[in-house]
Structure formats: C-alpha cells, structure tokens
C-alpha cells in the first residue's frame, strides 16, 4: 500500500511540475528590460520627455520629445541609419532644444544611433545617444549631456 501511495504521489508531483517558458531577447525584440524614454541633462538640470512625435521627410528621421505642456522640448534629427554621427552647424544630424518658443540649436556634439526601424515610413524603433551644445541667444546656450532614446512602438 505504501509502495502505491508513494508511485501515486511521485507521479502527482510529475504532472504537476511545468517547465518555465521562457523567450530569448532576439524574440522580444529591442533592448530587454528597456522602456519607452527619452532623458537628458539640460545644463544641470534632469530632462524626460512624456510625449513623442517622428516624421521621415527625405530619408532623415526628425523625432519631437517634450512634455505634455509642449515646453521644453528635444528635436533630434538624423540619418535612419546606425551610426554615430557629429552635431554642427547646418548638418543634417541635429539636436535643438525648444523652450519658451526659443529654440537653440546645437553647434557640436555627436548623435549614436545604435538601432533604427523606419519600415513602412515611420520610426517603429529608435535607440540613441546623444550629447550636445547649443547656439547662444540673448546671452543663453545650453548643454545636453547624458541624451538617451529608447522608443519602441
């Protein structure tokens, strides 16, 4: 009878155990653990964004990070391409940054976008780094340091 008991109970325990189900990153897709953000340090100050926009005009990605107020706000503009690319005057890679209906744009810095999805005309992911200075306006500039994207749609 204890022999019985015990199979019964052994088997029990055998069906009752699953095997964990678990996905690789590769199928999660993006960066793991990663949410939907863009942050920074304006001159000092902590800067994270709570709303999103993108256009793809030409090839070239323009993507709007503010807050919900519309002030201030973080333009970045590149290549829809992985890269690392240098902030200068005029250059089609760009960061500016919006506030007060001012905005400053960036003189030097570089943009590193480590990865972009612009499948069917729009931005479906975009991972990136950024760091930048900005023209001078009535005695005012800013310093973008520590720029961080991850937006995944």
Same mark, same amino acid.
Request: with cysteine.
């Given at each position: 009878? !204890?022999? !019985?008991?015990?199979?019964?109970?052994?088997?029990?325990?055998?069906?009752?155990? &699953? !095997?964990?189900?678990?996905?690789? *990153?590769? +199928?999660?897709?993006?960066?793991?653990?990663?949410?939907?953000?863009?942050?920074?340090?304006?001159?000092? +100050?902590?800067?994270?964004?709570?709303?999103?926009?993108?256009?793809? *005009?030409?090839?070239?990605?323009? =993507?709007?990070?503010?807050?919900?107020?519309? $002030?201030?706000?973080?333009?970045?503009?590149? $290549?829809?391409?992985?890269?690392?690319?240098?902030?200068?005057?005029?250059?089609?890679?760009? %960061?500016?940054? !919006?506030?007060?209906?001012?905005?400053?744009?960036?003189?030097?810095?570089?943009? =590193? %976008?480590? $990865?972009?999805?612009?499948?069917?005309?729009?931005?479906?992911?975009?991972?990136?780094?950024?760091?930048?200075?900005?023209?001078?306006?009535?005695? %005012?500039?800013?310093?973008?340091? =520590?720029?961080?994207?991850?937006? &995944? $749609?």
């Amino acid at each position: 009878m !204890k022999k !019985k008991f015990l199979i019964a109970a052994l088997v029990a325990t055998l069906f009752a155990c &699953k !095997k964990e189900k678990t996905e690789t *990153p590769a +199928s999660l897709g993006g960066t793991p653990g990663k949410t939907k953000h863009c942050t920074a340090t304006v001159n000092g +100050s902590s800067f994270a964004a709570d709303s999103y926009s993108s256009i793809i *005009p030409y090839g070239y990605v323009i =993507n709007a990070f503010n807050l919900s107020s519309g $002030q201030p706000t973080i333009i970045v503009q590149g $290549q829809c391409a992985i890269g690392t690319y240098s902030i200068f005057p005029f250059s089609p890679n760009r %960061v500016s940054y !919006k506030i007060n209906n001012v905005t400053y744009t960036g003189t030097s810095g570089s943009i =590193n %976008v480590t $990865q972009i999805d612009t499948t069917g005309g729009y931005v479906k992911e975009l991972e990136a780094t950024f760091i930048v200075n900005t023209d001078t306006i009535s005695g %005012v500039s800013y310093q973008i340091t =520590n720029g961080d994207i991850y937006y &995944k $749609q």
